[in-house]
Structure formats: structure tokens, C-alpha cells
């Protein structure tokens, strides 16, 4: 229509909405008409419906059914398409995940690890099958059953992650590889008009290839927690935690090292030169460790099972693992996500620091030495004191130097902060003032959210629905930023930010980043970027443009109203 | 030196510390010269210290060590003098604190449960002796183990809350019942200069009683979980929580009403007549049930015990377990201080804040029909949305009419909410605004500082340690308010509260609220009052006056300097 001269490029950025991309972009089933038939092999066929859950990540998928993450890896890895069912999933899930096709879970919610994951990997999800529909998952039998319908593992299913809906057999998809071209031309349009750029939440170097592609300007979040949880890694990351003294925690740090630093150096070589925002180890150390209840049920089984008359092995086993529980005992938390994570590691254990600097310098000095250009912006969560900041500061700062002086290369780098704990926010001036304060933000609206209303997103799910249900809110913090609350924190350190340093740059990486109505809110409050899943990086763009036009608009029309009135006086 | 003319009433109230005031009200071990030394039946003897740990209720104690808690109840109830001596201490410990002579903990901070619970009650309290000093306590063999020393159960000990030292032996100790006439008639003074008026957190008649003597002008928090782990209560509560449907949780409701209703009348009939702040259900349901981990250890020691051949009834009881064991498993948070307790409990379970409406106003008519003057202020806990809120004020109003209306007795009663979820700072003008809207504010300094700080109280006390140690922080915040941070959402909730609101009613009930400089903060801040534990009080007094003497003398000096000014000129 631009073409033929009917709209012009603001009116056809204007018109389409996010969900046309989001339905462009993602796989879905090929319908036979009517819906409930597909062709095979010029056959049609009905379709089975075997069960349903809430749509968690979009997009459509077919697989053979794994219940265990490693298994799913291991297939995967022989070429075959799988769909991970899991009653829920936990960090040590991830990899399965990625390996897989989509995942199913028996429980959670839109909020759960399984969603926000499979989100940020564009996987399908679908959660809470158990409530949602009569399918029931049992992991001890390794079957699904839905009704009189049973599905072994092996069974290929259907997932449809637009409607929730699980199918039986391998029904056909169709999807794109890449941007249509139209939609690209348009996007490239929008770029012209926003204010607020895009960059992607990507921590590989695939994740960097398909972000471009998709028009992100960088990285906004590269998380490196996923980095220790690989095989071969978590072993080690386990012996460092369980280290009796600093100098032992130092020899395993010095072999994740050898791994970090090889990931930073394929990250860096995939960067096309644009800036990687990198965030330094986040969640709580005992997310890395056996849980107690399982050690627990592990040591009374073994005894259990030898009638409580061990043979000596036995005995040292259960010894060892009596160590282990006493160690993740003194190591667990209350309440994990309030406790000792993020900023609070590197500054009770300044090594890790340490050893993830030197990874990132190292890794940087080699690209820019093979002539790579490499932007890394070090970033710290977690932060709520400005005085936080400028100890860890002190420690990456100091690390660059060893790494150029030993090098010789000089790489370009800044140092920032997520603002992701309340406090942050209202003592962001403090935060970002002087030379060695913050010289970018993040808001990481996840935690901010999770903070600011007292919502832990692992737990809310079994209210929210009733708060939405009920208008106790409008809509899911989660999913897009709650302005009245939250966002005023956000508002307030922007200016106090702005104001202790002008021109800091200031972002988002928190899902939120690729939801329009936030993304709205952002451009208003006169962020620099937003950063999202790469698969959200299109719908972000046309987002940006929206607000942006719509705020040209809304001041186009004052002014027309003023000088109306003007004329009229 | 005030009767001698030697000095003014405000020069004798801004010469006394806080200090002094604890130092003359709790008792205290009556040291021979040297302090190595005790007068015992006219001999002097010699002390030996068998542990030391962080002092974290002040006061000395003399008593039996006793490992449990029931135990404590049923020998002090027999006129027994018990220190108890726990590892940790939980909410089901609570009992045994309160007829406790002092408590030991092996861990803990000065924010764990135990010195929390202990300040409240003002039962001198002593925690971490195993970091501290080589004292250890071992539950199993039941002995405190120091070098050679062993103290078995029943043996006497004695604590000296100020310095944190442990003794052994029953040494002598003295303590004043009264506030002395002479700082009484001081502190009576002071109250004619405070803007600051100064409530008491009591949760019974013997606290109010306690808090009224040292000079409270009404109760500011009254929680009322307690009264569902008294003995005789915690089955029902359970019974209640683990219901499989509203009906039959309305069925324990209506017994937990009976003691509710009984409780509350003996809190309303101990008011003198004063304003008492009742605080609606807070903690999370599943800290009213067994822990997932003791029930798994249960069930396999019985299974381990049995050669894993039960008998039918073992079999039966293992069931139960079993199925208890779900619904714990169905109720645990992951992060249960941001899931769903406080006003989430109300909306889910409109039931449980009816019955404890109804509780509270049966009481209140029953006090005014005996002729006490009855003025409750129900508090609803964890707001963080003015629609939650609304939703809560609709059925306590509905059942207060109903009361009345049955009972013929109309009570003067406030419905109001603690601000304790930041984003309930942040959005206070929507909270207080409108005729539903709240009619007071309470500050849950406690929560709001583990929020807006992401500081976990029961996990941050590894970390907080640290913090002071290298300046990270200037102090901590569960003891002194963080005025640039925290209190900057403390005062933007003043503001609008008092702009939506003008006269709204303000006050702090965290334990900040005994702390000398957290009331100088909330002076200044304008608010109505500040509420602490009964055993701060004459501290708070004292404290009140003196910022508001400070601030006059500040306001004084300007005023010269102005007029001095203007003489120049």
C-alpha cells in the first residue's frame, strides 16, 4: 500500500500490531480447513486432542516425548525432535530445554521457570496441563495419560503454543526461517523513526546471530550463570562453592576460567562489533548444589535399601553425602532471592569477580588481537548501595589493567549496574555520581517488580490469576511494567541517574522489554533502549517506532491547539 | 540538679542517653570487685565463662538449661527458673521463649528469630555462641560442651545479655520492677515537649500492662498470629489450613473465633481505655505446619525402624504423613516473605479475615457493654494496591454493621494499613484517598527494609556482618532506619498520604521504632507516632523529647542568625 501511494510509512508502522509479527515469526500447525484436520502425505487426517495448558511461549512444535533433560539432550543431539515434559523445570533443566523443540509442564504458571525460560529461548511452552485439562503426567511410568488415551515415552506429540492445545502424532508445521522482506523493509522504516533502540537478552553466540538478524543494535543482557551450569562445569562449580578456604576456591576458579573465557571469546567474535552487556554471576550458590530434601531422601534410601546394614563403601558414601547436606544446609536460604546473590557474591567472594573480569579482559584482548572490534559493558546486579558498586568496580577496573598491561591491547569497556533492587533506584544518583560511579543502568525489571510489590515470581503465580481475575491489577507485573508502582521507582532514577551523570545511558533487560505497553512506558520515560529475547527483538522494534509516533502525534496536535487558540486571540 | 536550680528540665532530658535508660531497666549480674567475681552467701567466688556470643536482648538471667521448648513451658509452669538453649529458634518456639528466663541460641544474628522474638518480649537473649566462642550445643546428647566443661540439661547457667558472656553456676542478679520515681518525673517532662507520641507493640494484657506502667499512649501493633500457636490452637489451625473446601475451613474458623474472641476481650479490657492497633493475620499458612523436610525424615524413620514392614496401623499413620506431606509440598513458597501471606490470605480466604473481624468487634461490644471504653484500629498487613485494600475495608465494615447491629453496641473503630510493601509507599495517596480509603498508616519498618533493601532478615545476618565490617553500610538497617534509602519512600508516603489524606494518621511499629535515631528520623518526617516493644518505651520517650528539643534549639539558632542578620543591616 506504501508502494501504491494509499498510506504513507508512518501510517503502515502505525497499522500493524505486535501480534501480526508475533504470528508471522513463529511456527505454527498447517490447518487442513476446517481446524481439527491436517494433510499428510495429501491425506487428510483429524486431529487428536489430548490435552491443554495455559500458552506460555508461542509458536508450534512436534517431538517425541522425553521426561528427563539429559536424555533430551542426548537425542537431540542424534538429530531428533523432542518435546520435553516435565512436571516443572529448574535451572538444571535449561539445557534439555534448548536441546528440545518445546516443553510441557504438569504445573506453574505464566511466571514460571519453564515460561520465562522458553520465552527467552522462543521455544514453545505450555504449563499447568494438570489443572487446565484431564492429561496427567507421570514421571515414574514415563507416560502421559489422557483419559483412556496413554502416550509412552518416544510417542511424538503436537504442542501448539498459540492456543495451549497438545495433539497426538507428529502433525505438520510451517514457519519462517527469516523476516519476510516486507516486514523487514517496514521494520527498517521504524528504526528510522524511534528513540529508544532494541537490543537483545542473548547469552551465546547463536543467540547474538539470530538477535542481528533480527535488526538488535546489541546486547543488552548476556547472563553468565548458564556458563557453570554446561557438563563438565557444574562439578567443578560445585567443588568451588564447597571450598574450605580461599585458596582452594581459587584453583577450581582458575579452571572455570579456561571455560569463561573461551565463551566470552566466541560471544566477542560474534558481537559484529556492537556492544555486550555482560552480567556477572546472579543467582544464589545454592542453586548449584544438591537440594536437602533430595540428599536427605538419597541417604535414607540407601539405608533403606541395605536394611540399614551398610558395607563399608556404602558407609563413605553416605559419610560424603552427610558432608554435602551440612555444607547446603549452612549455604540455604529463606528466601533465596532476598539472600546472598548477585553484587553480595562478588563482594564476600571478590574471586569470582575476579576470575569472570579476567575471563571477559582476556577473551576481549584476544578478539581485538585477531581484529575483532569489542565493546564488553561489565555489569553488576543486584546493586542497592553505591558503595557496593564501586568495590566491585575496583576489582573489574583493576583486572582490565592487568589484562591490557599483559597484552598490550587496550579494549573499550564501561562498567554499570543493573538497578534491579528498590534502594538502587532511590539512591540512583548516589549510584551513578563521579568518575568511578555507574556509567549505564539496567533496570531489571524482573527483580524491581519482584522487590517493589513483594511478588516472588517463582510463588505469585497461585495469586495473580486471582488478583486479574478479581481487578486487584490490571495486568501481570511480569509481563508488562506496573507504572503506577514500579515504574515511579523507574521515573525517579532516570532523573536522579541523569542528573548525577548526563547522557548515562539507560536500558531495560527484564521481559518486560518486549512487551509494547512497556515498551511505551520506556520510551516516555526517556530510556535509551530496551533489551528482550531475540525472538521479541521484531515486535520491539515496531514498538519503539509506535511510541514514538504516537508521542510526534499527541505533540503535532497541541501545537495545532495552541496555535488555534493563538489565531482565535 | 534540676531541684537544686542547677540545671533546666531540657538540659536534664537531653543529658540522659538512651544508654543510661537500658542500663538502669534491666537486670543486670550483681558483680563483686573485680568483675571476675561474685558475693554468694557472703563468700566471694569466682565466675567461670564457658561461652560468649553476640548480645542481642540485653539483661542478665540465671536458670536451669533446658533444650525444649515444651519442656521449658512445663518446668517454669512448676516455678522453675529455665534458660533455653536452642540451636535456632522458630515460630513454634515461642512459647518456650516467653516462659524462658533468657535464651541461648548456637546460631542466629542479631536479626534472627530468636533476638527479634526475645527484644519483643524483653527476655535477654544471647546468639551465635558457635562463631563466637568455643561453646557448643549439642540437642542430641543434650550437654553444652566448652573445652572440658560440660553443662548438662537442668544444670543452672547464667547469661549476661549486655556483654553476651555465658556463666556457669547460678549467679546472683538484680533487677528494678518500676521505672525509679526520679526517671519517671523526668520522662513525664520530656512528654510535654514531644511531638512523637509513643506506643507499645504488645500482644496481651500482661504487655499492655508493662507498656501502659512505662508510659505508652496506646497500643501500635497488636499481632494476633500468635494466638494460633498457642497449645490447644495449632491442631485447629491446622485442621483449618489443610481443609479441603470453604465449608469445612469455616468450621475450624468458627472455633478459632471462640479463642480469638476471648483473647481480644482481655486485650480491649487491659486498654485503659487507650487506642490499640490490631494487626489481621501476617505469616505464611505453611508456618503453621510441619516442615517438608521433618515430615520426609518421620516417615522414613518409621519405615527404617519397622525393616520397612509396617504394620496396618503404621501403614495407616504413613499414609496421613503421606498426605499431609502434599499439602505442605502444595503450600511451600520458595520465597515465602514476598508470597502470599498478609492481606493476600484475606483475598484468597475472605473467610479468615471475617471470622477475625467478627472476633474483634463481638470482643469490643462486649468490653463497652461491661463499660470499658473500647477503641480498636484494624490493621491490614502487606498492602501493596488500594483495591486489595477496598476488598479487605468492604468485609470488616460489613461485619462491624453486623455486629452492631446485632449486638445493639456501636465501637469507635479505624480501619488502616501498615505500609510495609514499597510499592504501597509509592502509591500511598491512592491508599489513603477516598472515604474507604485507609485511616491510618503504620510503617513495617521490619519488611519494608528487607523489600526495598532485597535483605532477607532471617538470611542477611551472613552478609550484614560483612557489610558493616568493610563501611558498605553505616549500620544496620533492621536496627536504625536506612534514611536514604528506605526513608526515602517513607517520606514520599507521608506526602501523598497526607495529601490525599490531610491528617491521616501516621506511625512506625517495626522494631526501628525504639531506636534513638529512627525516631529522631520520624520526627522529622512529621509523624504521629512511633510503637516498640514495651521494654523501650521509657527509651522512646526519652528519645522523642530530644529530637524535638534538638530541632527547637536548631530552629532557635537560625532564628538569631537571622535577627543578627538583620541587625547588620
Known amino acids: 500500500m506504501v508502494g501504491e501511494g494509499l498510506i504513507d510509512k508512518e501510517a503502515a508502522i502505525l497499522r500493524i500490531t ?81 536441546a528440545s523443540r518445546g516443553v510441557v509442564t504438569a504445573t506453574g504458571g505464566l511466571t514460571s521457570h519453564a515460561a520465562v525460560v522458553a520465552r527467552q529461548m522462543g521455544r514453545p511452552c505450555i504449563v499447568d496441563t494438570d489443572s487446565q485439562s484431564i492429561m496427567r503426567v ?21 504442542m501448539d503454543g498459540f492456543s495451549g492445545k497438545i495433539y497426538k502424532g507428529e502433525l505438520p508445521t510451517e514457519k519462517l526461517s527469516e523476516l519476510p522482506s516486507e516486514l523487514s523493509k517496514i521494520l527498517n522504516w521504524a528504526d528510522t523513526y524511534s528513540k529508544l533502540e532494541v537490543r537483545a537478552n542473548a547469552d551465546s553466540p547463536a543467540d547474538n546471530k539470530r538477535a542481528f538478524e533480527y535488526g538488535a543494535i546489541g546486547v543488552g543482557l548476556c547472563r553468565t550463570e548458564h556458563m557453570f551450569f554446561d557438563e563438565g562445569r557444574l562439578p567443578i562449580m560445585q567443588k568451588m562453592i564447597l571450598a574450605d578456604n580461599k585458596e582452594e576456591r581459587i584453583s577450581f576458579l ?25 552480567r556477572l554471576i546472579d543467582p544464589p550458590l545454592h542453586e548449584f548444589l544438591p537440594k536437602e530434601l533430595d540428599l536427605v531422601t538419597e541417604m535414607f534410601e540407601m539405608r533403606l535399601e541395605a536394611n540399614d546394614e551398610l558395607s563399608e563403601d556404602q558407609q563413605k558414601e553416605l559419610q560424603t553425602k552427610e558432608k554435602l547436606l551440612v555444607r547446603v544446609q549452612e549455604i540455604n536460604e529463606m528466601n533465596p532471592m532476598l539472600g546472598i546473590r548477585g553484587c553480595r557474591l562478588a563482594i564476600l567472594f571478590p574471586e569470582i569477580v575476579e576470575m569472570q573480569a579476567k575471563a571477559i579482559f582476556t577473551a576481549a584482548a584476544r578478539c581485538e588481537n585477531k581484529g575483532y572490534d569489542v565493546h564488553p559493558e561489565v555489569m553488576v546486579p543486584l546493586v542497592g548501595f553505591d558503595t557496593e558498586f564501586l568495590e566491585i568496580r575496583k576489582v573489574i577496573d583493576r583486572v582490565a589493567e592487568e589484562v591490557f598491561s599483559e597484552t598490550g591491547i587496550i579494549v573499550d569497556y564501561l562498567v554499570g549496574t543493573m538497578i534491579e533492587v528498590p534502594r538502587a533506584a532511590l539512591t540512583a544518583g548516589e549510584i551513578a555520581s563521579g568518575d568511578k560511579g555507574a556509567e549505564f543502568f539496567s533496570f531489571g525489571t524482573n527483580d524491581l517488580h519482584q522487590m517493589t510489590l513483594a511478588f516472588s515470581r517463582d510463588d505469585a503465580g497461585k495469586f495473580i490469576a486471582h488478583y486479574l481475575e478479581n481487578k486487584i491489577m490490571d495486568s501481570d507485573p511480569f509481563e508488562t511494567i506496573d507504572q503506577a508502582g514500579t515504574g515511579k521507582l523507574m521515573q525517579l532514577a532516570v532523573k536522579e541517574g541523569r542528573e548525577a551523570k548526563p547522557g548515562i545511558k539507560i536500558g531495560i533487560c527484564g521481559e518486560q522489554g518486549g512487551d509494547p505497553a512497556s515498551i511505551e512506558f520506556c520510551h516516555k520515560l526517556g530510556l535509551d533502549y530496551v533489551s528482550c529475547s531475540p525472538f521479541r527483538i521484531p515486535i520491539a522494534r515496531l514498538a519503539s517506532a509506535q511510541a514514538a509516533l504516537k508521542e510526534a502525534a499527541e505533540t503535532a496536535l497541541k501545537e495545532a491547539e495552541q496555535a488555534a487558540l493563538k489565531d482565535e486571540n
Open 138 to 158: 507421570d514421571l515414574k511410568k514415563k507416560i502421559i495419560r489422557s483419559g483412556d488415551v496413554i502416550i509412552r515415552e518416544g510417542d511424538f506429540i503436537t
Open 254 to 278: 582458575n579452571i572455570l576460567f579456561e571455560f569463561q573465557e573461551e565463551d566470552f571469546y566466541e560471544i566477542f567474535k560474534s558481537a559484529e562489533g556492537k556492544p555486550i552487556t555482560i
Open 18 to 98: 505486535p501480534g501480526d509479527i508475533e504470528n508471522i515469526l513463529f511456527p505454527r500447525i498447517s490447518w487442513h480447513t476446517p481446524q481439527k484436520n491436517v494433510e499428510i502425505d495429501s491425506k487428510i487426517i483429524p486431529v487428536e486432542t489430548i490435552g491443554k495448558g495455559l500458552a506460555a511461549s508461542p509458536g508450534a512444535a512436534t517431538g517425541k516425548v522425553i521426561f528427563d533433560s539429559d536424555e533430551t539432550v542426548a537425542l537431540a543431539s542424534e538429530g531428533e525432535s523432542i518435546i520435553l515434559v516435565r512436571h516443572e523445570t529448574t535451572p538444571e533443566d535449561v539445557h534439555g530445554m534448548y
